[in-house]
């Protein structure tokens, strides 16, 4: 079978992602069993829809044509997802959140090692050439410090200072930077040479921002609206603030304000961010960066068949899924 889009690649190549995975538990070492089982019970609650895993193999094709020596960076980019989903959960729920078998504090313990500490030794392990395992090992570091000022602009942006701007500062630090990070580690494990990897960076953080904007699409159709409940001002809210008249933007701050406890604010400012007005204005922004991606990538050039795969990705990650509300 050939593939030809990252879900054919994933079910390709599932089998020898988890086997790599077992291995990198194992360099938690047998002096620590405990930290082994928490770490394991964490990755198999954990689970994602879209097996994006497989982005660094992709990278590290369309440089060498080769998907397997970047498997150890499937995991690295597996443990950094699963440490900040968790650690977003914990935030939104810090009472009551659970993770499998794990309590409160156990899940904070294993993401704690999953986020940071095994990463590293992944990528100082004898499966990573020696000559790039310090290089990867900044990206790890510098990825969770960008990350976490994304975060922390999202959980102290205001809705009544938000704009298009501010928001996709926020989107780069904490969406982009992971992706920045993994795309910059599997092209440098492939021995691209530092403008090559300075590209990838650009490419990860602009596929950082597209893939951000599609989740916050997918939270509004599946109707768990957690964004609303949770106050996020997102890319959608700071299009509806700019397109809003000068007498509806207090309207539009209102309801956002009562969305956390009301299931009737909820729908009323799902009606007025889904006007054609703001949906145009959010597409034209979507479009800006499905054409930066594509551009890269025509930049980049490299194996067609993963380039290909890279290409489809790209285009399905930037699709408006939201339509107008009466």
Not at 229 to 250: I, P, Q
Request: aromatic residues 4%.
């Amino acid at each position: 079978m050939t593939a030809v889009t990252y879900e054919d690649l994933h079910r390709l190549m599932a089998p020898a992602i988890d086997a790599e995975r077992e291995a990198a538990l194992d360099l938690l070492g047998p002096s620590a069993p405990a930290v082994r089982a928490v770490v394991a019970e964490l990755l198999a609650h954990r689970t994602f829809r879209y097996p994006l895993s497989v982005l660094p193999l992709i990278v590290h094709a369309v440089e060498t044509g080769a998907v397997e020596p970047a498997l150890p960076l499937a995991v690295v980019h597996q443990l950094w997802w699963t440490s900040a989903c968790c650690l977003d959960d914990l935030a939104d729920s810090p009472d009551g959140h659970r993770a499998g078998d794990l309590d409160q504090s156990a899940a904070l313990l294993a993401v704690v090692i999953a986020g940071t500490p095994l990463p590293l030794r992944i990528v100082q392990s004898d499966r990573i050439p020696e000559p790039v395992r310090g290089p990867l090992a900044a990206e790890v570091v510098r990825c969770w410090t960008a990350a976490t000022e994304g975060q922390l602009r999202d959980l102290q942006g205001r809705a009544e200072a938000a704009t298009c701007a501010s928001v996709v500062e926020a989107y780069l630090g904490k969406s982009g930077a992971p992706y920045r990070m993994i795309t910059a580690m599997a092209a440098a494990l492939a021995a691209a040479g530092r403008q090559r990897v300075e590209l990838w960076r650009e490419f990860g953080d602009v596929f950082g921002v597209l893939w951000q904007i599609f989740n916050d699409q997918e939270d509004i159709l599946s109707g768990r609206d957690e964004d609303l409940r949770n106050g996020t001002v997102t890319l959608l809210l700071a299009c509806a603030l700019e397109e809003a008249a000068a007498d509806a933007t207090e309207r539009v701050l209102e309801l956002h304000a009562a969305a956390r406890h009301s299931g009737s604010a909820r729908a009323e400012l799902g009606d007025l961010m889904l006007t054609p007005a703001v949906l145009g204005r959010y597409e034209r922004t979507i479009d800006d960066f499905r054409g930066r991606a594509h551009r890269v990538l025509d930049e980049l050039g490299g194996h067609d068949r993963y380039l290909g795969i890279l290409r489809d990705l790209v285009e399905r990650s930037s699709a408006l899924l939201l339509k107008p509300r009466a």
